[in-house]
């Protein structure tokens, strides 16, 4: 069985405000990087669509199980069940999320500090300035 560790991270710059997503997945030897702006999201939104970009490019490398480490314990709580999703916004998010999961044979989700996630927190960072400078040159970056 294919198995990926995936870090994700979502960063917004003023929460609403110009977003992107970072992810880093260790598939075997193969190392895959992620970084995309995603216009205008809060902090939380951008974490979900960061898993969300994740888990569908390893399920488009045929990986069967993933072990998730995210920064963001909110995201982990409320996938783990612990917390229930009360923001309207994220619920359609949090649905994707769990139907991705489905498509695995095996996963596991784990919050770690933001200093164990530091790729997938420059590449977030990274893909918000992108949306900055898309923004300020009139244009919007759809999401996905």
Same mark, same amino acid.
């Given at each position: 069985?294919?198995?990926? @560790?995936? =870090? +994700?991270? $979502?960063? +917004? +710059?003023? %929460? &609403?405000? &110009?977003? #992107?997503? $970072?992810?880093?997945? %260790?598939? #075997?030897e193969r190392k895959i990087t992620i970084s995309e702006p995603i216009g205008e999201a809060t902090n939380n939104i951008a974490e979900y669509k960061a898993l969300i970009k994740a888990l569908k490019t390893a399920l488009e490398h045929n990986v069967r199980g993933v072990?998730?480490?995210?920064? +963001?314990?909110?995201?982990?709580?409320?996938?783990?069940? *612990?917390?229930? @999703? /009360?923001?309207?916004?994220?619920?359609?998010?949090?649905?994707? @999320? %769990?139907?991705?999961? $489905? /498509?695995?044979?095996? =996963?596991?989700?784990?919050?770690? &500090?933001?200093? /164990?996630?530091?790729?997938?927190?420059?590449?977030?960072?990274?893909?918000?300035?992108? *949306?900055?400078? %898309? /923004?300020?040159?009139?244009?919007?970056? *759809?999401?996905?």
């Open positions: 069985m294919l198995k990926a @560790v995936i =870090y +994700s991270d $979502g960063a +917004s +710059s003023g %929460n &609403p405000g &110009p977003a #992107g997503i $970072g992810a880093v997945l %260790n598939i #075997g072990s998730i480490l995210l920064d +963001s314990e909110l995201i982990e709580k409320q996938i783990k069940g *612990a917390y229930r @999703v /009360k923001n309207r916004g994220l619920m359609p998010l949090f649905a994707e @999320v %769990n139907n991705l999961l $489905g /498509k695995f044979q095996h =996963y596991s989700i784990n919050h770690i &500090p933001r200093e /164990k996630n530091k790729e997938a927190d420059a590449l977030a960072k990274k893909a918000v300035k992108t *949306a900055i400078i %898309n /923004k300020g040159a009139g244009e919007m970056v *759809a999401p996905d």
